[in-house]
C-alpha cells in the first residue's frame, strides 16, 4: 500500500513523486497521512497529532520548528526533521543587506526621494558609513552566521563571533559582553529559546559603542524592542535592521517609520531557489525518516 504524505505547503513538491502519494490540502484534510510536510507557521500540536493516529514523520518545510509541539512529538514517538540548508544563503544575504543598508543610511536617503525634499548631491549630505574596516560581531555561529561571516570578509569587515561551545576558531569571544564592546556592527543569529529571550536588552544595547548598529534576522523577541527604540531615539545606536518580530504578523505601530530603523516582513528565506529548496529538503528527510522508521520496525 503506498504512504500518504499530506503537504500543505501552496506548492508542488516533485521530490515525493513516485515514492508516495502526496495529498496537497490544509491539516485534516487527510487524517489518514503517515506523514504531514507542513510550512515553518503551520501549527503542528497535541490535537493536530491525535486527529492523525497513524501519523509516523513530521517534516517542517524551513529551518525553524517553533510552530510544532516537540513535547507532543516525542510523547508519540513521531519522528521530526526540517530543512536547515535551504534557508542559510538568502537569510545570510538579507542579513548583508540590512548590515548596508543601515550603515549607509539608505532609508534617509530614499525618503528624500518619496518626500520630493532631495535638495541635489552635495559634500557633506546624506553620507553614510561604509563597512571596511568595521568589527561585525555575530551573535550564534551557526550556519547562517558563519554564512554572514564569509560574506563581511569579503567586504572588508573584521568578523568576530560568540557562542556558547569554546572554540579555538579566529575571532572567537568567550563572554558576549567583549563581543558587543569590540563590534561595531551585532547581527543576532541564536535560536529562540527560554534563555535567548530579551538577550539583548537593554544592558547589552549600552555596551555596544556609540554609533553602532544592530541587526536581527533570526527570531522576534531575542532582541528587546523597545531597549532597541529607546537607544535608536538616544542616538547611542546610529541604526538598526529587523526583519523578525515579538508577534507577528502584528507587527507594532511604534516600529514602523522610525527613521533610522530598516524593517522587513521575515522575508529572510523569501527567494524562489530558497522556497523551492526547502521544499525538496524537507521532502528528502521526510522520505528519508519514513526508510529509516520502516527498517527499525520491519
Known amino acids: 500500500m503506498t504512504t500518504r504524505v499530506l503537504v500543505t505547503i501552496p506548492a508542488p513538491v516533485p521530490a515525493l513523486d513516485g515514492s508516495v502519494e502526496a495529498v496537497y490540502g490544509p491539516i485534516g484534510s487527510a487524517p489518514d497521512a503517515e506523514a504531514l510536510l507542513v510550512g515553518p507557521t503551520d501549527r503542528v500540536d497535541g490535537a493536530v497529532l491525535d486527529s492523525m493516529p497513524s501519523l509516523s514523520v513530521v517534516a517542517v518545510a524551513g529551518a525553524g520548528t517553533d510552530a510544532v509541539d516537540q513535547d507532543a512529538i ?3 514517538g513521531i519522528t521530526l526533521v526540517s530543512a536547515p540548508e535551504a534557508t542559510v544563503v538568502p537569510t545570510a544575504e538579507l542579513t548583508v543587506c540590512l548590515i548596508l543598508m543601515v550603515s549607509r543610511g539608505v532609508p534617509a536617503a530614499v525618503a528624500e526621494l518619496d518626500d520630493q525634499t532631495w535638495p541635489g548631491w552635495a559634500f557633506d549630505h546624506v553620507v553614510g558609513r561604509g563597512v571596511a574596516g568595521l568589527t561585525l560581531g555575530l551573535v ?3 550556519r ?5 561571516a564569509d560574506m ?3 567586504l572588508g569587515m573584521t568578523v568576530l563571533h560568540h557562542r ?9 569571544r568567550a563572554a558576549l559582553p567583549d563581543l558587543l564592546a569590540a563590534s561595531d556592527v551585532v547581527s543576532i543569529h541564536v535560536p529562540r529559546t527560554p534563555e535567548t529571550v530579551n538577550l539583548i536588552g537593554t544592558r547589552e544595547i549600552a555596551l555596544m559603542p556609540r554609533g553602532s548598529v544592530l541587526v536581527n534576522t533570526s527570531r522576534g523577541g531575542i532582541v528587546d524592542e523597545d531597549a532597541l527604540l529607546r537607544a535608536l531615539a538616544s542616538g547611542h545606536l ?4 529587523v526583519d523578525v518580530f515579538v508577534a507577528e504578523p502584528g507587527i507594532p505601530s511604534r516600529l514602523l517609520g522610525v ?6 516582513p521575515h522575508i529572510g528565506s ?4 530558497a522556497r523551492a529548496g526547502m521544499a525538496e529538503e524537507a521532502a528528502a528527510h521526510l522520505l528519508a525518516a519514513l526508510d529509516e522508521r520502516r527498517g527499525r520496525f520491519r
Not at 164 to 169: A, L
Not at 238 to 241: D, E, K, P, Q, V
Not at 259 to 264: A, E, G, K, R
Open 74 to 76: 516525542s510523547a508519540r
Open 140 to 142: 550564534g555561529y551557526g
Open 152 to 154: 563581511a570578509a569579503a
Open 144 to 148: 547562517i552566521a558563519r554564512r554572514v
Open 270 to 273: 523569501a527567494t524562489a531557489q
Open 164 to 172: 556558547r561551545t569554546p572554540s579555538e576558531e579566529p575571532g572567537f
Open 259 to 264: 527613521p533610522n530603523l530598516v524593517v522587513t
Open 238 to 241: 546610529s541604526g538598526a535592521g
